[in-house]
């Protein structure tokens, strides 16, 4: 099967950081996206991660330890635009394009 | 380079209705995806094309619900008869072999 988990809501202070944790059980792995997703918009591609490590970019870090099956989002420096949903997604095969979803987790930024 | 493109953004129908949506891909991307995503939760995939062949439509409410991409280039859902638990936001996405996803800002559907 295949299962995806996150925090449903986080609340963080604008100029801190703060970890966005995913963890998955899927049947196969070849890779782990994340998006990002403001209200009433379409998600927009952040990270894909196929191998161990930290993968960093601008003030957004992705994380990935394919044997614990986790992954996490850094976002340093938060600004108030951070304010949106952010989405864990698995690629399970490699041979159709597929990505699963998690439900997303919905990060407020307080000023 | 222009994105994907959908219409309508908006749409109000009665259950029992039908409604259709449009998806437009980015040039040259041979992948194409509808998701529906219901309120609080991430995108869930319907029905998914590579040029004009079905590759996975395993979650697509086969009873009601209907894809087609003529061409291989645009592509149509339609929801035949529309039910309460449709309502959600109907994504649109596209993609080249083995690249991110490029998403459509979405039809957002209301079914009352």
């Known amino acids: 099967g295949q299962n995806i988990d996150q925090p449903t809501e986080m609340t963080a202070t604008e100029g801190a950081i703060v970890q966005i944790n995913c963890t998955y059980q899927t049947s196969g792995f070849n890779g782990l996206f994340w998006y990002q997703q403001h209200a009433g918009e379409a998600p927009t591609f952040l990270s894909y991660?196929?191998?161990?490590g930290l993968e960093e970019k601008g003030r957004f870090s992705s994380f990935l330890s394919r044997s614990k099956g986790y992954s996490y989002l850094l976002l340093k420096e938060l600004q108030m635009k951070d304010s949106a949903s952010y989405l864990c997604a698995v690629r399970p095969w490699d041979r159709d394009d597929k990505i699963i979803f998690g439900k997303g987790t919905r990060l407020h930024i307080l000023p | 380079e222009a994105g994907v493109a959908q219409s309508p953004r908006y749409k109000i129908i009665e259950k029992r209705q039908s409604v259709a949506f449009w998806c437009n891909p980015i040039?040259?991307?041979?992948?194409l995806y509808w998701y529906q995503q219901i309120l609080g939760q991430g995108p869930k995939l319907l029905i998914q094309f590579q040029n004009n062949g079905v590759v996975d439509d395993s979650q697509l409410p086969k009873d009601r619900f209907s894809a087609e991409r003529l061409k291989g280039v645009d592509s149509t859902l339609k929801i035949q008869p529309a039910k309460l638990e449709d309502s959600a936001v109907y994504l649109c996405?596209?993609?080249?072999?083995?690249?991110?996803?490029?998403f459509g800002p979405g039809t957002r559907l209301t079914v009352l």
């Open positions: 996405a596209s993609s080249l072999r083995g690249h991110e996803q490029f």
């Open positions: 040039s040259g991307h041979a992948t």
């Open positions: 991660n196929v191998l161990d």
